[in-house]
């Protein structure tokens, strides 16, 4: 659980906003292992916007719960932007939120490699009106938890920038 009051504090604004708009939330977690899902659901009243939250930390997972293509992955990689998008994709398709965001990325210590380094982390957002929004972010190794922190903050602006349109 992330106990940073900044964090807390934009999570708690963005359920009041989901909520006044009746907006709905799914989140598609790999490196961030539920981490989005529970700041947002340690808000009191977040049941009204968190819908479902999937944690897809392995290729089966993805590919099982959300429904990306195992070709995606294997032409792509798991850390890559076809597949953020897929899994935001596949998380808005398995539910009933009106926007879905995705995480996949490589947190360390191990794992990295020249081309995706330790810090590489992809994001999809997807809405119901269309579209899927990707981000890449490139943190360095700030360490397990510090890349995972930096990933659950931009995944939160990713929601932000849903609501504000």
Do not use: W
């Amino acid at each position: 659980m992330i106990e940073d009051a900044e964090l807390l504090a934009r999570a708690e604004a963005l359920v009041a906003a989901f909520t006044a708009a009746r907006r709905t939330i799914a989140t598609a977690e790999s490196c961030t292992g539920g981490l989005v899902a529970g700041l947002l659901t340690a808000v009191p009243g977040s049941s009204a916007v968190v819908e479902r939250g999937f944690v897809t930390y392995s290729n089966e997972a993805k590919a099982e719960a959300i429904g990306v293509p195992m070709d995606l992955i294997r032409q792509h990689g798991a850390v890559s932007a076809p597949v953020a998008g897929a899994m935001a994709a596949g998380a808005l398709a398995a539910s009933r939120a009106s926007v879905a965001v995705a995480i996949t990325g490589i947190a360390g210590p191990g794992g990295g490699s020249a081309e995706k380094p330790v810090g590489l982390v992809h994001f999809g957002l997807a809405q119901r009106e269309g579209g899927i929004r990707l981000l890449e972010r490139r943190y360095g190794d700030l360490g397990r938890a510090g890349i995972r922190c930096a990933a659950v903050a931009d995944a939160l602006g990713l929601l932000e920038e849903a609501i504000r349109g």
